[in-house]
């Protein structure tokens, strides 16, 4: 196994010049550094699809710059507010060990930084590498406002796989024609589900075959023998994503920065939020390949983007058209239909941790939530546009999220602010019934609160994560602040504790930081409280959680400094 060598890569490869960089070059000989950026969003003109319209971005970047450190390393990043929103970047899967500061969901951990103020997250990665990403955790602003966060193994370790010849991170997301933050206005003030978007996008780009897309179409070029590693992250804001490259089998090898037992697959799937990285020989005919991506959607009768992102693997030596002298134009992968839910779940089967890892296994907190759409009843009108006169909700264990406005949870924690949230959140749903049955109208209205679950320092968590059916049954990415947690168990139905607890993977189960709970079924996760703050639990679909479909978790200080919060920084965001 060849050892990974980062001495002769410039660290601030791909970032456009607008980026501030203090070196250009990390030192061999050290095991971990201090990174510094500076990001400064800002509306930026961007044309798609015909037309173009102002963009809010980080340095002028859609998608922004690509971050590059090493499992140890310190980054300090200066975020400059220049666009007309309020904003906060989240390290998506970034533990934030003694940092919660830093984590970045807006009035959960921090308010968010003001037009024409900064804020500089400062945060250490620890006994993490791949591919992780940041975005925006404001609103719908991370429609565009997002990149990758790549973490590469400490100076003499090694990727537990071949040394790739080359790496490439691609970025998935979608684009609406309108500012992403007009269609959020539109559903708020209307109650109804949001319009989707008008493309996706690969790298920022729709591809071949959309309007006026074409010229600006993503090309990656490879060399016929190359290992190519992807580092395919699914930023799209309300859509789980099919991804497939035409005649070419994909390797995956890691999910979310953990590695897991490296197996075959013609078509992958992630939920918004997810990451997955994948090995790809380039052995096939010297020619142009498309790579693409569609929508997976789970829910019946609900509307979806049906349509197809497209890019160009090429080989360098690819022949070109006799007639025309121009490359020949690559064929469309097969994907799988758009509701093909047996796909899906094989191949989230086959994820599993490369070894035997050490799961909870003696629970001190037993959790059972529900999670899933509702409506809320309301006077017929221009507000009440949902199904049957209602607007929509969202909830776990019937409790929609609401967010506060004059503190952030965490500072309201710190400093005893009283009035900003309970910890009363419930630790099972407060009526039973069955969950991906036909459910009585009288449960499809939630209430709605600032509820957290307390939780012990070091204390053994095990959740079952249910979809719900009150208005459709759903696949529900869910994703989990400043912890990962092993996926011990999946299923369809109504989770039977007697039955399905004897089938849980304590072994090998896969590591993850969001995980798709299946449409009208369950998920178990576990993990250790190890991390002392307030840590939010939402759904990666931007519309679920704009509804409330989300929580917070208060994990308790332990003993010593370690496992203390420590203070705010001093340029800590105003509410």
């Known amino acids: 196994m060849k050892a990974y060598n980062l001495c002769h890569k410039p660290r601030c490869n791909g970032l456009s010049l607008g980026l501030l960089i203090v070196f250009d070059f990390l030192s061999c000989f050290a095991y971990a550094e201090t990174l510094y950026h500076e990001f400064v969003v800002e509306a930026t003109p961007q044309k798609r699809l015909c037309r173009t319209r102002s963009v809010i971005t980080v340095n002028g970047q859609f998608p922004g710059p690509t971050l590059e450190a090493r499992d140890g390393d310190t980054l300090v990043i200066k975020v400059i507010n220049s666009a007309r929103y309020n904003v906060s970047i989240h390290w998506h899967g970034i533990h934030q060990k003694g940092t919660p500061w830093a984590d970045g969901p807006e009035y959960v951990t921090q308010c968010p930084i003001q037009p024409g103020a900064s804020y500089t997250y400062r945060f250490t990665i620890e006994d993490q590498e791949g591919t992780l990403w940041w975005h925006a955790h404001s609103r719908w602003l991370r429609a565009t406002v997002y990149g990758a966060l790549i973490i590469y193994p400490k100076p003499g370790s ?220 309301c006077i017929p009108g221009p507000q009440c546009q949902g199904p049957n006169n209602t607007r929509f909700a969202a909830s776990i264990n019937n409790v929609s999220f609401v967010l506060p406005r004059k503190a952030s949870l965490l500072q309201a924690y710190y400093q005893n602010i009283p009035g900003v949230f309970t910890t009363d959140f419930p630790a099972v749903p407060p009526v039973t019934f069955d969950y991906t049955g036909n459910v009585s109208r009288a449960l499809w209205q939630p209430v709605f609160g600032t509820k957290l679950y307390q939780l012990e320092f070091s204390s053994r968590v095990q959740i079952v994560l249910q979809d719900t059916a009150i208005l459709a049954a759903e696949d529900h990415p869910m994703h989990l602040h400043g912890y990962d947690f092993y996926v011990v168990g999946q299923g369809f139905g109504n989770f039977d504790p007697g039955r399905d607890t004897a089938n849980f993977n304590l072994i090998d189960p896969p590591q993850r930081n969001t995980i798709d709970v299946p449409v009208g079924g369950w998920a178990v996760i576990r993990f250790v409280a190890d991390n002392p703050g307030v840590w939010l639990m939402h759904c990666h679909i931007d519309a679920h959680l704009t509804w409330g479909l989300a929580m917070s978790f208060l994990v308790e200080d332990g003993v010593g400094e370690s496992q203390l919060i420590m203070p705010p920084p001093e340029d800590f965001p105003p509410c």
Request: contains cysteine; positive net charge; hydrophobic residues 40%.
């Open 158 to 377: 090694s990727y537990p796989f071949s040394m790739p010849n080359l790496e490439i991170p691609i970025l998935l997301g979608e684009w609406w024609n309108r500012d992403p933050l007009d269609v959020l206005r539109q559903a708020i003030f209307t109650g109804a589900g949001p319009n989707v978007s008008d493309a996706y996008t690969i790298n920022g780009q729709p591809g071949d075959l959309y309007r006026c897309s074409r010229k600006g179409t993503v090309k990656f070029f490879v060399n016929f023998g190359d290992l190519v590693l992807l580092r395919i992250i699914n930023a799209a804001l309300n859509q789980q994503l099919f991804f497939t490259i035409t005649n070419h089998k994909l390797t995956v090898v890691g999910a979310d920065a953990a590695y897991n037992k490296p197996f075959t697959a013609s078509v992958i799937i992630l939920g918004p939020g997810q990451t997955t990285n994948v090995l790809l020989s380039a052995d096939q005919t010297p020619r142009r390949y498309y790579m693409a991506a569609r929508a997976y959607t789970s829910a019946q009768n609900v509307p979806f983007d049906n349509t197809t992102t497209t890019a160009i693997l090429e080989y360098i030596a690819a022949p070109c058209s006799v007639q025309k002298g121009i490359p020949l134009r690559p064929t469309l992968p097969r994907l799988p239909a758009y509701n093909d839910t047996t796909t899906v779940t094989a191949f989230s089967r086959q994820l599993k941790s490369p070894t035997r890892v050490n799961v909870p296994t003696e629970i001190d907190e037993s959790l059972f939530f529900t999670v899933g759409l509702g409506f809320v009843n």
